[in-house]
């Protein structure tokens, strides 16, 4: 079974219990994430074969990454250590009608210093057939940028899938590269886009809206610019407010658009990683399914990450699976 | 006072808090319960005096789950002591459209040793005015079903009521006997039927549907197979996903039937014990209340018992009769 | 910048986490309340300059309730101290249709030491603009109302604001007074009146509904028996359930009657305080807004109390106002 | 089997985990205690059957109260309510050089009730073999003294061993008795004294040395002064630090004085409660043992009380008596 | 880097937290181990490449022990799953003269289903440089014993080094085999016994003392008997009480006698798993270090183990080091 | 009263609860510290009058930082905010043989944004009586030493009291000046000396060893080359283990030596902020007493430190005062 590659930042996330504020709390749970890797573990956890790549501090906290990240099944062989701290995000989880609210700690993170060397494309590039990247990475540092476009030139070469969620995050990008430009750059070798209106805008300084007119109008013209592209999926969330939302999923493959119908998230305990959860599913489905059941897949899977704690979903396919057929009122697993 | 009398396995639940997995959890909360001393204690907290009758390791577990039903003043003095393990159940909780998962670990458990020879029923049953036994305990081993059978013979001797909630659960039964069988053979000496379509279903081999017209029918039919049963009680529920549910409870008595209207449990907190709570609210509510009443209060109870974590319903008398009385809005108790 | 005063009694409130039951739990979440404390907390937390007086016990306790206080800024030096134990109150959280129960132990506590000669009022409204009564204090003893009673005078004759919330709670009020007398009394010298239909009622002793009209009906005679008084701020609270409830507001300043829509807090996480975040969002409001833009921005910071463990308000002026523009789809402050 | 008899307050123990103090912690474990009541529940651990006397809450606590005596098996039948509060204490546990501190909220509690009226001696006694009494239930309140006299003076009438245990607080003794007067009188009907030169002194105004010699000399001046008293047992702890301590006894029965050597408890879990388990230990012992064994037995049950959180001594005698037979290494019982 | 094989039974580990008796808990903390994979995860920890064979259920409970596992690299490929539920363990943990407790359920475990079937020797042991068998498995069940022999047969067959830890446990041997028969045969096939006189003892049906002389004798006659064997280790514990032992070892390796000095460890963390840190400290220093430099290293890893909660020992090489560096101050690493 | 002034930065601990690893944990306990805020805080807590200067994050975790400081009545007006995130440090607490381990997150904190125009020395300092600084403000960043100098300068103009704790840590100290000649600038303003041997002989560039002999020579020289120092204290820890030390005092007041004897500290909570707490003892113990008295409390503080949990020192002066007095028995304080 050939590997699945995600490559980005790994943080340590700590938050208090329940819904407090850190000012009310003396206790902290904490766990471990990041865009990329949440999509890794969660396609591990459907049972595909992951590879991560990154570069974590040398020291306990970085050990305890690699740990955690090993109790999924993930394979952290290709991840280097650096004498700089690991970043760290705060989360403050919010209810009803007050936010959610996070401060992060990750500018001079360990992950800040990779470095194309660091990494060996060539040998991990062999074993793989997909490689998944994110817009943090390359918004995050130099070395990150360049790392990956040099794994993305040679999976292209290699004829390798290659699936792009371009979040835009306009906090990060300090370093002095333009966000479009370097977006630009990475879309040229990749062949499915995870995203909707607000990343085709940037990315084609465009001002499309959101209706599906649109959003095909919009994933058209992105083709246009981006041949390579032959797949747009696009999540969408109605929040009622902060506990209480509802998700569904577009897509338009070129040949036809098709949307799913709402799931009804009435009670939510994470909302993290619940984006990662969408792609991971697609990128499971889409060697399994074909495209309007890989993005149901998918969307069901993003709906079941609302209720586990933490970054990471644990859905498996049968878990997934069960939703699709209709079983979501919760009876028991006896 | 009389005693009422519960007979079944007691189990330890182990569930990580919250919402967690085990697999991201290192904490474990830990409740006794068991359907039929779930309804013993939930009879005991409206005042009626209970005792119950069991076989509990002879380990610290064992003396643990006895402190555990002493707290709620359920005499012990009948439980018998054996070196087999107590049995377990680990429980995940879900939410939303995530179903909670449940593993049992009870196939050779102490309560696998119990016998006839160990059950004092003849003294027992002369402080005793009701018995209330369940389909599980006859499924888990052929001392249970006749130790159980011992009982039933001679409380219909003596006249004293027996509610039967003959709960099918076939991935019990594994010790040769034919459950259809053994439950009918029970039924005969039962005169309260707590159940619903499926159980009349299994014990007739029928397949009535759910309406209210097949429920009556199916009632009917089921009294005429067992003349000895009275009263056939048979709690609904609807769920929207595994943290939204409502409840509604309708009647057959040989005479009428009725239903009552849905209590909305818009966010659940537990849902294990519920059936259980209904059995006890019935079972109370009929030594005091009406047919229909005792339906009502034990549909209240079995809402209430929504709102508390582990298997056994807290409520008291007066909480559930504020609740009939119209009191849902949940103001202070001060 | 001036201060404004809080006076009442602080309390250490006591209970299980999450839903639990005392005779479930083995560990209490403990935090300091009184309504009084928590509307001056809740103005420090807007931004204000607060100073609360009190009396509190001479122990660790003690020290422990002024830290939790210095903690956010109010000014704990006209803090006396006694040698009776500070009072604490026992809180059950209840869900859906289980409501709440609170148990009381405050009868002998600290603050009924509290004597006129132990508040050096002179010094404290020489530097402060506003000053807040609730119903409680006067209720608790007799130094309490004769305490409170002094500051008002003083308040008066300096022309300083005097806000009262006279909620009437039956089960205190032992030192002999009347409850209406007392409130009367006191509501000589106040100013702003924030509280409903029950409250006029039990001072005018008349019967009003809780319709609009009988409210500005309401309103207008209680200000002609309190010509002092200039406007009437009431808050409307609709329980769905203990676990969801709306909230609204309406106000009559003699001139016009407005009304807010309502908010709808679907997933409440503590209701304890809510009042009280009401009271501190007119105080502070009344500052710098008009008198509905005031009532709105204490209805929403009412609702967002309703998101937060403990009696305290933890929202900015900033949170309150992103949700008075519309934002309360709960969207990540990141 | 006949019962032992305890009379006294139980109180609520709230305290931070671990070393915490209440300025640092957010949470509290909660227990119930009182020197009667962990008399009597070790007791019952040893496998006595045991009924406790007293006044408790009528709320919530007093039913949890009531609810965790019931757990070992304790009878709570005798056990009267009261609408004033439970009383409660706070204790931070010091560690090394550091103290542990206690602030008490009990002088109007529920057990300030109490009234002779209230308990229903005759009844009680007549299946009682034993009393036991200490001198804080005389310290607390006037119906306490006058109570728990009548039980005495009836106790002696019918025969019925009495141990006091007559520790003399001065801050307690508020309601205007004088202690020594007090404790003498109840000494009158007292056959087994436990405590040191302390309280001798305290009860005959002089003053004796800690030496062997004046033990003996002091023990029988007392004897003297009450000749209803047949042995006198004294525990004596020297302190390292609050962390380790060392544990003997002593003991004069008239005829022959005899000491134990040391229990070096080299790692404080929890000391409150130890005397207790030191009273409990006799009364147990002297029912089956020679008073050299009983004391022995006393001593280790004082020692492992010191290894178990709370108030109460959880030790068997199968658990106790191994440590007599020199297992004290600590080896697993698997 | 060939591989280390673990083989036998992984139990869940439940225990109240500190030192609470399970009556006084609501929470427990949980973890795996077992004597053998404890072995394989501490050479993990030593930087070895491990792989452990076991059978575990087929459930989350059995998902949850094999990510624990992989947690620490340790390879789970030839773990095989059972419909049966994975063994428990519960534990109270003792302090000073109160012992730890332990309760097993493991009697029908999923390790029970165990056969020589289902482990692929002739693969595994291709890549295998050593296996490490302990008393524990052979006792559990026949399917154990058989499995083992197999695997030893084949190792003995390629000249693998068999490290054996014939720990006698006579609560277990329930199948129907002879414990000194089955050891014995198990004992024709290692070269390395890790035990001591007690061991011995039951092996060689003998009753050798503990003194030096004795241990050398006692080996001598091992040797004879069993001439594979090339060295025995014995790792001395002597206990003040529960909470302060002290370590020290011998050996004999046919040549010499050895022993270490004592390593005092005044505040016991955790003391399961201590002996098989000593075993894997063996296995990993017989594969650097001389026969003395690896006792030394074992008995250093024994010590540091004892202050590590859990089963497992998670000192590493240079933190082993670092002790028999004499650095045993515990200055920090910073 | 006039001020005492600390400088230095904020950091945020964060470790497991107890003895566990980071691999082992998902909650952490986390507090605020850092040495100068410690000591401030620890003054506090003696009464005295407390400001602090720091920089810390413009976000909630900053705001967390200063309420913490408010809680214990220093004054935070001076603290100034900044974009980047609070310094974070991860701890591992050893036992025994094993070592705590501690990994910083701390080069691009908040703190590193220090610069001399952010603090109005002028105004501060006019308020102030001492003002104390560390090696480690000067070692963080070039702003840190520049607006320490700037204070000092200052300090010495007014004739206000210096202390200068300048542990030496080499980890730090990244930005390009000399140790040696920072750390000397900086002692020609200081009058008193808290450090030993180590310290002195990095400034002094001197290797004199550790007896009382070397301590007098080394700190007349100290002395000579900085005649503006008046008193050199020293603190001497001997560590039996990690979890078992002694304390104990020297000093050199220019005319006599002084030591005290050991404090015993058997069984250590926390040792993190011990050598502040004896700062803090210092400098409030030379604002009353003589030198040796003043060393004594300092001591005795000091040692007290090592039995609370957290960075910081939570004795009072009675506390303290009561081990001088020879209470170190750890008897109740009821």
Partial sequence: MKQIITFGEILMRLSPEGNKKFMQANLLEFYFGGTEINVGISIANFGGKVKHIS?????????????????????????VRS???????????????????????????????????????????????????????????????????????????????????????????????????????????????????????????????????DFIEASKKLMERFPNIEKVFDKIRTSINSSWHKIRARMWNGKEFRETSDFDITHIIDRIGTGDAFAAGLIYGLQQFDDYKSMEFASAACALKHTYEGDVNYATVDEVTAILDGNISGRFNR
């Fill in 55 to 79: 570069c974590v501090s040398n020291d306990f906290i970085g050990d305890t990454a690699i740990s955690y990240i090993q109790k999924f099944g993930v394979s952290t062989s290709a991840i």
């Fill in 83 to 213: 004498n700089k701290p690991l970043g760290v995000y705060f989360l403050e989880v919010g209810a009803v009608m007050r936010p959610s609210s996070i401060s992060y700690n990750r500018s001079h993170s360990s992950f800040s210093d990779i470095q194309p060397n660091m990494v060996d494309w060539e040998n991990i590039l062999k074993k793989a057939k997909w490689i998944h990247w994110t817009g943090i990475t390359p918004a995050l540092c130099k070395g990150g940028y360049e790392t990956l476009k040099q794994g993305l030139i040679l999976a292209k070469k290699q004829g390798i899938a290659v699936s792009a969620d371009p979040t835009y995050r306009s906090g990060l990008w300090k370093y002095g590269e333009n966000p479009k430009d370097v977006l630009s750059d990475l879309l040229n070798y990749s062949t499915i886009f995870i995203g909707g209106i607000n990343e085709i805008n940037e990315v084609l300084e465009t001002s499309y809206g959101y209706s599906n007119e």
